[in-house]
């Protein structure tokens, strides 16, 4: 019995030294380097692509993995990508990626080159440096839980930059799961309380799909994307809200119950819409529908303000009071397009079409009214109500717009209008059936203003030189009388 005891002593003694001596082993650098080739060799076997590390600490003790160093080439058909940590630590359940760095490069000019107008923002050419802390809750062979938090990356050349990025992650390795997501940049705070997404599987034909179950809502300043997608909102510091459901493909984008609102409420807009062929730049097509917009005297004009663009009639926008739109537009390959009722404080207008063709540069369209009060949006006391339609085209070339006023100053912009006025009223006047011809070259405006009638037509040839001086105008009149050369062509025949 007692020899039983000394050999199981004994046997017990060697394991516990053999475990000791393995624990110290294994925490040694020889035995790690060893560990740390055998798992980037597995990994680029398994991967079929380079997997590199510059060292590894493992603490048996602490049940603690750090990975130094750590760097992935992936090899695309069109873009390679690039993924690099400084550091992966690993303690028990929790993951922490410091200096995570993602670069793309598809060997291709920036898309922006040459094209300032056009954001920063490429797929092709990414560098990102990232820092993100993972913890796993709940991990089983068909079932995953985990939470994200303290998430930071920056783009310094794109302008991409999250301050602080958390959620919480489920899937089944067939749906993905997101809840209680936050997103936080300098000035905006995404929200985004649940979204389910199906996970694609090219072996059974599924593909991407996903949608908010719950609206997302945030607070948006739209100088924090300007370099990102629009350098043009580079100076829009003004806040909006936002509430919407989210829906789509990854061809794809549906937007429901769109909400946007200043802080004030003074500019409201409710809306749906969506986007088509995400995929084909050419195809692309961009559409919503306005159930309504309210913008309260003084609003819509601060927002305009935000746009480092020529700020024309904004005196006369302002008389138009509160204003009010119903309506549609779509974006598809650089034209923009416009229709739907405008209401105003001094009547309404109705907008059959209005057309911003970014090849041409140009803006044309087609508008009409049947209670106008026209002298009151123009500051033109004489000048009453109107029905009317018109045509309009105006030039929106930065180039050409900078030629004329080196060669000619001016105020103005260049176009012109043609109108038919089927009812106006000027002082105690009351005409019918009058034609209206405008035209701009930029520093003078020419118009001429005919009201026909049987006997006579009535000319009136007037210019200026400031739409907020519209009312210094100089007119000069002129008489056509219809009767004597009827009564001559008669005689002669």
């Known amino acids: 019995m007692k020899t039983l005891l000394k050999i199981t002593g004994g046997i017990l003694t060697t394991i516990i030294l053999l475990m000791i001596i393995a624990f110290i082993a294994i925490n040694t650098d020889y035995v790690q380097n060893k560990a740390l080739h055998y798992a980037t060799e597995k990994l680029s076997e398994r991967l079929k692509t380079d997997v590199k590390a510059e ?239 309210t913008a309260k005297q003084g609003s819509a004009a601060q927002i305009i303000e935000q746009f480092p663009i020529k700020k024309y009639m904004m005196k006369q926008l302002d008389n138009l009071g509160n204003i009010s739109y119903k309506g549609n537009f779509s974006i598809l390959r650089k034209r923009e397009v416009f229709s739907g009722l405008i209401g105003t404080g001094v009547g309404d207008i109705s907008l059959q079409s209005l057309i911003i063709n970014d090849s041409t540069k140009y803006i044309s369209g087609t508008v009409g009214t049947n209670n106008l009060e026209l002298g009151k949006a123009l500051g033109m006391d004489d000048i009453g109500m109107i029905k009317a339609n018109a045509n309009f085209d105006f030039d929106i070339s930065k180039e050409r717009t900078a030629k004329m006023r080196q060669q000619l100053g001016g105020k103005l912009p260049m176009g012109s209008v043609n109108a038919k006025v089927d009812e106006a009223k000027y002082k105690i006047l009351k005409v019918r059936n009058t034609t209206l011809d405008l035209s701009s070259d930029g520093a003078v405006a020419e118009g001429l203003l005919v009201i026909s009638n049987k006997i006579l037509d009535s000319k009136f040839s007037f210019t200026f030189t400031d739409t907020n001086e519209m009312h210094k105008m100089k007119v000069k009149p002129a008489v056509k009388v219809k009767l004597f050369s009827k009564n001559k062509k008669k005689a002669k025949d």
């Open 55 to 293: 060292r590894i600490s493992i603490n048996i003790f602490k049940l603690t993995l750090d990975l130094h160093g750590v760097s992935v080439v992936l090899h695309g058909k069109k873009t390679d990508h690039f993924l690099s940590a400084r550091a992966m630590h690993l303690r028990g359940y929790s993951i922490e990626l410091d200096g995570l760095k993602i670069v793309t490069n598809n060997y291709k000019p920036r898309k922006n080159e040459g094209k300032p107008k056009r954001g920063w923002f490429d797929a092709g050419h990414l560098d990102i440096t990232a820092n993100l802390k993972l913890r796993i809750n709940h991990w089983q062979k068909d079932s995953i839980n985990a939470s994200i938090f303290e998430g930071t990356a920056i783009d310094t050349l794109s302008g991409f930059h999250i301050n602080d990025l958390h959620m919480q992650v489920a899937s089944d390795f067939k749906h993905l799961y997101v809840q209680d997501a936050v997103i936080r940049q300098e000035n905006t705070e995404i929200h985004i309380p649940e979204v389910e997404m199906q996970l694609p599987s090219k072996k059974k034909g599924i593909g991407l799909s996903y949608h908010t179950t719950k609206p997302l809502t945030a607070r948006v300043i739209l100088q924090d994307i300007s370099r990102l997608f629009t350098p043009a909102l580079a100076q829009f510091t003004l806040p909006l809200g936002l509430s919407v459901n989210v829906s789509g493909t990854d061809s794809t984008m549906v937007f429901d119950d769109i909400q946007i609102k200043t802080e004030d409420e003074k500019f409201q807009l409710a809306a749906s819409g969506g986007i088509e062929h995400l995929k084909n730049k050419y195809l692309l097509n961009i559409s919503f529908h306005v159930d309504k917009m």
